[in-house]
């Protein structure tokens, strides 16, 4: 970035903020009042990774559980029951999408938000709105450095909030300073194979993919490119809370899942990590009254 260039970047950040809240609380993007307050760590679900495949653990769950994902009359049912049986043990908590370009998060995060009547955000599409300037506008003008900079000043005010998803940029996770927001919610990582995210990107053109310019349209050539981005953050989105994988069964073996299954696949991890935490938090506080009730005694009166 020119010196020119950078000082304006600079002399626009005394008032982003305040244009943040307006984009933020426009009626574009929220539905309802969501609760802004500060979310405290023992809120999130900060307990070991757990991956769709690792619960699947006989052919007769994986058959039971291809053939609900084939059948999307009994899939949209189960769907709202996942959902009903998540909302209260979620308890507003906010939900934050990664993973790679050609994850779908964004359409999956729709889809998502709408299951869970929560809000729906994107951190590029703020970015856009904040800047007046689209995504390959500001890597090119501003420099890639600028664009992380915005992104994370979305993330600081976005991570306060509350009945949210957010899908998120997919360089997000690079920046370690950005988990201390993204962790105030559930971190959940669309996992997709690179021929996979490939396919996708392709198909819906390079154009507006900043990082993937230099490359020719070929999908080997940005199957390439994906591969070497992904290798470069594979540490960093292991540490997100869930991990679904987006491969698809029969006719969509070739596209992935579809957004319904991925939510499928969402609801169910996020249920089985719910369950997992409150009988953590059970336990522990189980724990909490033997430690108290066998405290030291007097030898006489009551129990000090």
Not at 32 to 51: D, E
Not at 212 to 220: H, I, K, M, P, W
Not at 226 to 231: A, D, G, M, T
Request: charged share 25%.
């Amino acid at each position: 970035m020119n010196l020119t260039c950078r000082q304006s970047v600079l002399a626009g950040r005394a008032e982003s903020s305040s244009q943040l809240h307006r984009v933020l609380r426009s009626p574009l993007h929220f539905r309802f009042s969501a609760k802004v307050q500060t979310v405290s760590r023992s809120s999130r679900l900060g307990y070991k990774k757990h991956h769709l495949d690792s619960r699947i653990k006989s052919s007769e769950e994986k058959e039971s559980a291809v053939s609900i994902e084939e059948d999307f009359s009994a899939l949209s049912d189960e769907v709202e029951k996942l959902a009903a049986n998540c909302l209260p043990k979620l308890d507003g908590v906010s939900i934050f999408l990664v993973g790679m370009m050609g994850s779908g998060k964004s359409t999956v995060g729709k889809l998502l938000a709408k299951t869970l009547d929560y809000c729906f955000f994107d951190t590029d599409d703020l970015i856009e709105q904040l800047t007046q300037k689209d995504i390959p506008s500001i890597f090119a003008e501003d420099g890639e450095s600028s664009f992380r900079e915005i992104e994370t000043q979305v993330l600081s005010e976005l991570g306060a909030y509350k009945t949210c998803v957010v899908a998120t940029g997919g360089g997000a996770v690079v920046e370690q300073k950005n988990w201390a927001y993204l962790q105030n919610g559930v971190v959940i990582y669309l996992q997709g194979a690179t021929d996979l995210l490939a396919r996708r990107v392709h198909s819906d053109g390079t154009e507006g993919r900043p990082l993937l310019n230099g490359t020719d349209a070929e999908v080997s050539a940005t199957m390439d490119r994906i591969n070497s981005i992904l290798e470069a953050r594979a540490s960093k989105y292991a540490q997100s809370d869930i991990t679904v994988p987006l491969e698809g069964t029969g006719q969509d073996s070739e596209t992935g899942a579809p957004p319904a299954v991925v939510v499928h696949r969402i609801l169910t991890e996020l249920l089985i990590k719910l369950d997992e935490k409150i009988a953590i938090d059970d336990q522990a506080a189980r724990k909490e009254f033997e430690i108290q009730d066998n405290g030291p005694k007097p030898l006489y009166g009551p129990p000090l």
